[in-house]
């Protein structure tokens, strides 16, 4: 999916938005980068397209203004990547999000898709939602936090050893914030 054409950002914040079509899309999207070994939700590849579904079918139903929404990147009308931005309501923590399941497709690599999403993301939680800081937990040892680092992030803290992949691959989880934005 090389493509020169401009990337189209679209945010989706009730289940009844999001189109015929996405979902599976999704789904797709999230097999390939899943089975590809990427940082995305479901670290045992192959992962079973069930799973996938299930977990696509929670977050499209789970979509409310107030505290979650799905941001996704198209090329030529096709699917390139997606991300999920959620904040907790609960007075006490409501100033800040967390980005989750951050994903391009293997063939937009490079091209700016990932990047694009993350700041788009980050415009939508600071004029759509409010928010003053948001925050994502990445997995170390996959080079992410060079590329949060590069988007303005910076690292918080760090879990050591807090993801095992396999036996003796344990890999720390790294906390990363974007603030202001």
Do not use: N
Request: hydrophobic content about 45%; proline content about 7%; some cysteine.
């Amino acid at each position: 999916m090389h493509s020169t054409s401009t990337p189209l950002f679209t945010q989706f914040a009730t289940p009844e938005a999001v189109p015929d079509g996405l979902a599976p899309a999704l789904v797709d999207c999230w097999t390939e980068v899943s089975d590809a070994g990427g940082a995305a939700g479901f670290p045992f590849p192959p992962v079973d397209p069930a799973e996938v579904t299930a977990a696509v079918d929670r977050i499209v139903t789970g979509l409310d203004p107030a505290s979650s929404r799905l941001v996704v990147a198209t090329v030529d009308g096709a699917l390139a990547g997606w991300l999920c931005l959620r904040r907790d309501t609960f007075p006490l923590v409501a100033h800040w999000g967390t980005l989750h399941h951050v994903q391009t497709r293997l063939g937009v690599r490079g091209q700016g898709i990932g990047a694009g999403l993350v700041r788009h993301a980050r415009a939508i939680a600071r004029e759509d939602m409010g928010l003053e800081q948001l925050r994502l937990a990445a997995r170390g040892g996959v080079g992410l936090e060079g590329f949060y680092g590069g988007l303005g992030w910076r690292e918080v803290g760090r879990w050591p050893g807090a993801l095992r992949l396999a036996d003796g691959d344990d890999r720390d989880e790294i906390l990363m914030l974007l603030a202001p934005l």
